[in-house]
């Protein structure tokens, strides 16, 4: 059965080269384009991985992982951050929200894979 891994960022084009990755590695892939797009997405069913940027408009990502981090279907949905944002008070605020790792960008298609394939549930 194959896993189901949320994208949420605001770059179109970003959002088809992880999409393009993990649906290569066999993950279904659902897209939204910021914090509040995805909590709409998420109606319950299951997801297993979150990657969500940090800078978007509308609902940050670290406003987006405090939010779904409340939503018992998604309390152990592990996230990882995936951003420019590289600064340990950043990184600190995303792990307080619940954000499992932090991929820097502009990362390799590998690198954020590997991180996946670790934190998938």
């Known amino acids: 059965m ?31 384009c910021d914090g509040k797009d995805a909590l709409g997405k998420l109606s319950g069913q299951k997801v297993h991985l979150m990657i969500s940027d940090v800078n978007m408009p509308n609902m940050d990502g670290i406003s987006f992982v405090r939010e779904v981090k409340k939503h018992p279907a998604y309390r152990f949905t592990p996230v990882i951050m995936l951003t420019t944002e590289a600064a340990e008070e950043k990184k600190r605020m995303g792990q307080d929200a619940g954000a499992k790792a932090w991929v820097v960008k502009p990362f390799q298609p590998q690198q954020m894979l590997a991180a996946v394939s670790k934190l998938v549930m």
Do not use: C, N, P, W
Request: no cysteine.
């Open 2 to 32: 194959s896993k189901t891994i949320l994208i949420v960022d605001d770059s179109a084009s970003l959002r088809q080269v992880v999409s393009m990755a993990l649906k290569g590695a066999g993950y279904d892939v659902i897209e939204a």
